[in-house]
């Protein structure tokens, strides 16, 4: 299945990287050749089979309900490209 | 009994699903070992895990689970036994991940059932779709700063069961009932506290409207509503804007809108233009969510009685009438309340001093019935004072407003203001003589056939008795002395 521009410039809009005419084409190329190769995966029959979300069979482990982490702010904003006080500041954005 | 809207071209149905998120009540959040409580300094309860940064990993809370798996239990709805959580991805300023752990295709509940009642006494089951957990954003704040939000991550992956209903409501006071009803339900079982104004609970409200028979048309969602109030005002306007577009020749867009109290009407959010692309897929980070079922009947082995049950119990043992259950089992301490005073007192008469003294003082004192201005076992000591002849109707009335302004008991205040019942016929036939003697022109007026008078003389005695005459001895004795 190959992919048109308008599609993967929506792909990058939803995933917010801008790209230039150039790499729409280059990505075209590359987008298309992995739906391909999920194209060919398809092909095989797995009907009766139930769906698989890991491969290691193991259950999810499970946590206690005890809070032994968070009263670090500092921490949390120590790398915050903009701050007000404890506050992590972006430019406006409201509905 | 339907609730219709009538347009230029006729009467339209409305067609309404409610998504409620409910916070879930839990020490620590959904993945990470940071508080969730309400109200703390900004980014004080927030891990590595919830601010997202690279590397790290989330660990699922043994509580939430047990928390949805218990409202799941208390909807009456399938518990899956295996589930999974899939990424819902969209970019916002206060979730850092850039996407939310959420349920998709394999929620922890299925399908369950509420059942309302209205306000003309009549019962409707509305379904529940699905139930499942997913992560809280964080909280942005646009009032501080002319050109800047800011961000406080503190509620950022703090556990949200997010409940899903069928299409099944049909009018504002459907919708009302249902999350009155699921609210009161999330408070019996403990799994969220229902504080609309606090926002830990709050609905999307999606609303489409038809002609009778017909099949659905598009629907719109309404998000974010924050008050049962504000939801049914909001499904009013949302189906009057959608009749005007269908009946102006227009054909309604499936889009997301916000409702705006202040005007009362519902605007699109034109941001959230690309919002429905989410690009769910499993976390990987995640294995499926496998429950023991060992596990999941403990825990419903360990529920409470649920409002629905508590109804109906009320209405067999205490004889109650339906109406009177229902207004009592809304809330888990208004209902023991009701059944410390109604243990082996007339029920009925307990039920009429909860709904109407007591919660006529809550409102005038702002109390709660978890520190209410009568406790219940004053207020059932009250009840056996009227019940063993030491006070009349009339004068408990006046002990029960001494009881909330002084919290004494019924007893001391009765023997401190004098206001023990006379049933002393000497006391009482004296002051009918007394009435009589007084107004003998009246006398003379009931004896020529106004019997209408008989009240006047009830209550000229009464009122020489101080109100403590009890009251069917003193009609007694005036029926003799009129004789």
Known sequence: ?95 | MSYMLEGRTGSWEIVVGLEVHAQVISKAKLFSGAATAFGAEPNSQVSFVDAAFPGMLPVINRECVAQAVRTGLGLAAEINLESRFDRKNYFYADLPAGYQISQYQMPVVGRGSIEIVLEDGSTRHIGVTRLHLEQDAGKSFHDRDPVLSYIDLNRSGVALMEIVSEPDIRSPEEAGAYLRKLRSILRYLGTCDGNMDEGSMRADVNVSVRKTGEPFRTRCEVKNVNSIRFVMHAIEAEARRQIDVWEEGGEVEQETRLYDPGRGITRSMRSKEHAHDYRYFPDPDLLPLVLDPAWVEELRSALPELPDAKRARFIREYAIPAYDAGVLTVDQAVADYFETIAKGRDARLASNWVTGNLFAAMNETGRSIENPPVSAAHLGQLLDLIADGTINGRIAKDVFEAMVETGDAPAAIVESRGLRQVTDTGAIDTAIAQVLAANADKVAEYKSGKDKLFGFFIGQAMKATGGKANPAAVNEALRRALS
């Not at chain 1, 391909?36 to 089979?49: A, H, P, T």
């Not at chain 1, 921490?75 to 404890?86: M, S």
């Open chain 1, 1 to 95: 299945m190959a992919l048109d521009p308008a599609t993967v410039r929506r792909i990058a809009k939803l995933a917010r990287i801008r790209v230039t005419d150039e790499e729409v084409t280059r990505l075209q190329t590359e987008l298309s050749g992995i739906l391909g190769w999920i194209e060919q995966l398809n092909e095989v029959d797995v009907s009766g089979v139930a769906p698989l979300a890991g491969v290691s069979h193991q259950r999810l482990p499970m946590r206690e309900d005890v809070v032994n982490d968070g009263g670090k702010a500092d921490a949390i904003l120590a790398n915050a490209p903009a701050r007000v006080d404890h506050f992590f500041t972006v430019p406006k954005v409201v509905e």
